[in-house]
């Protein structure tokens, strides 16, 4: 499928960046928006070149956007893991509201397909077994265990630690921040339009993002950025518990063929997917390559915890891979190493916009 009109949403942005110039450059028309949120792009930001400021919650803008728009590829988002509980208004406004003004303006324009950025945040503490290999929903992490170093998640039954597992797309939905719970309603949001109207939704579910462009050290960067941003400042990477943490780094480059992929696939009704490289690497690892091939001083692990951080989440790339056609093909290894010397973008601000 080449020619196809897309309206790509949050187009200024780290991840919507990449998706813009992968679209472009396979031959599809892309109407590129952002609201250049200062939160995100500093105050007085300006739009790039091709990019037209325009803000998700601004029905009339939508709907004489989404004119001749085939697909809409919607990244626009605040986001990050909710550092102050007075950050909800922001998330349920942009997120939220956003997402459900977008698909409105879809219906009254007939736009039907929508590829829809989600995120791992929607599974909670990720997937897990018990000793008898039963598949169990961990007890919330006690700040009593965490100031102890007792980091793992635990049976609710019998205390006992339980064992990580690849997380599936049909996984329950648990969210564990405010963010999350932005992400859960977007899907939620979707699926129902979906039904209501007969189009179809492909959601993304991006894991731990890292690539060139990230934005630097802010409360609401990814982890690889803070590290790197430490070692720009000849300071160590501060490794938060013990280290052992795990997670599933995919590469920005690998989130732009994603969707791509999703675009060309055209798959019907709704359907969502892990955007992932399927590699477990611990928080630990990603410190110790950045620091490595950056040439700067080794982590600290530091023990420090943040409540309700998750302590592993890996996903299953298998759906993505037989029904989407998507693999990664940036393994962590050697994206992490060469991520250490990629161009960074300057931060904005820290915290998201009040509403």
Known sequence: MTGTRVLL????????????????????????????????????????????????????????????????????????????VSDAPAYASHNDLGTATLL???????????????????????????????????????????????????????????????VEENSPLRPRSLYAASKVAQENYALAWALATGGSVTALRYHNVYGDRMPRNTPYSGVAAMFRSALEAGEQPRVFEDGRQTRDFVHVHDVAAANLTALEAALPGFAAFNVCSGQPITIGEVAATLARSYGGPEPVVTGEYRPGDVRHIVADPRRARERLGFRAKILPAEGIAAFAHAPLRDAAPAGPPRV
């Open 9 to 84: 949403t949050g187009a200024a942005g780290f991840i919507g960046g990449h998706v813009r110039t992968a679209l472009t450059e396979a031959g599809h028309d892309v109407v590129a928006v952002d609201a250049l949120l200062p939160s995100a792009h500093g105050n007085g930001a300006e739009p790039p070149d091709g990019v037209r400021r325009a803000d998700v919650r601004d029905l009339p803008t939508l709907t004489a956007l989404l004119r001749d728009v085939d697909v809409v590829c919607h990244q626009a988002a605040v986001v990050g893991a909710g550092v102050d």
């Open 104 to 166: 409105a303006a879809m219906h009254e324009s007939g736009c039907h397909r929508l590829i829809l950025a989600s995120s791992m945040v929607v599974y909670g503490a990720g997937r897990y077994r018990n000793g008898r290999g039963e598949f169990v929903a961990p007890s919330a992490r006690r700040a009593e265990d965490l100031a102890a170093g007792n980091f793992e998640e635990t049976d609710p039954g019998t205390g006992e630690p339980l064992e990580w597992a690849l």
